[in-house]
């Protein structure tokens, strides 16, 4: 396939039009993916957005892309989202990178009551949330996603409670009687699903939760890590929804 780029130029180019990526983006495809004068490639505004076109200039600080095509790909809808609670290590950002490649549509960091790692006062919380936000939209480019995941500022238990009054909330618990295999979508609500950190979600919050009308459901009969059980749940609505 084609080499996949992401530009804000790209929203509203017509066939005839040249793009011009420039900075990080031309000095990826110029440097690092060596893309070549007369190279096809595909470029999106992460909106939607979808060109194909030939390069038609290569230097690390531009490079130049005329469109030959564009198509306009809606989003998609019910929205998947990822409620994923903070944990030590990189297991979150494995979370954050798998679940864009599976496609989520907003990916919700939480520190949850159990949550080892902590991201502490408002700079560390803007940081984490960026870091988020760039292992996401490089996963989208690789995967070649028309529409980039929104990332979400860091969620208390309130927020995620006020959750249920607009979208469906399935809490991922390893000990609930319903398989997740066994729900079926009855609206076009989003799907959110609540992912706790290594040591579970603690019993306050899994109380709350389901007094607002967040549903319980388990992955299988094993116990899944917090970095597999969102990207796990992901594929299953995936199927449930005829999407793959």
């Known amino acids: 396939m084609p080499l996949h ?3 804000e130029e790209a929203s509203g180019a017509q066939p005839g039009a040249r793009v011009a990526l420039t900075g990080a983006e031309a000095h990826h495809a110029a440097t690092v993916r060596r893309l070549r004068v007369g190279e096809e490639v595909t470029l999106g505004d992460g909106r939607g957005a979808w ?5 038609t200039a290569v230097s690390p600080r531009e490079v130049v892309v005329e469109v030959a095509s564009r198509r306009d790909v809606p989003a998609p809808a019910p929205r998947l989202v990822l409620v994923q609670a ?5 297991r979150d950002e494995l979370a954050v990178q798998a679940a864009t490649e599976l496609g989520v549509s907003e990916i919700v960091p939480w520190q949850a009551a159990r949550s080892v790692s902590r991201w502490g006062d408002a700079t560390k919380v803007e940081k984490g949330r960026l870091r988020w936000e760039t292992i996401a939209r490089e996963a989208a480019k690789q995967a070649h996603r028309a529409w980039l995941p929104e990332v979400g500022g860091l969620a208390t238990l309130p ?3 006020a959750r249920t009054e607009t979208a469906r909330v399935l809490v ?3 000990e609930a009687d319903a398989a997740l295999s066994g729900i079926r979508p009855d609206d076009r609500r989003d799907l959110v699903f609540v992912v706790g950190p290594e040591g579970g979600i603690a019993p306050e919050e ?3 939760l389901a007094a607002a009308g967040a549903e319980p459901v388990r992955l299988g009969d094993t116990v899944l890590r917090t970095s597999t059980a969102g990207p796990a749940a992901l594929a299953v609505a995936n199927v449930l929804l005829a999407r793959w």
């Open 51 to 55: 060109l194909t076109g030939v390069c």
């Open 172 to 174: 991922l618990d390893p």
């Open 159 to 161: 927020a995620l409670v």
């Open 5 to 7: 780029f992401v530009a």
């Open 206 to 208: 899994r109380d709350a």
């Open 86 to 90: 903070l944990a030590k290590g990189d």
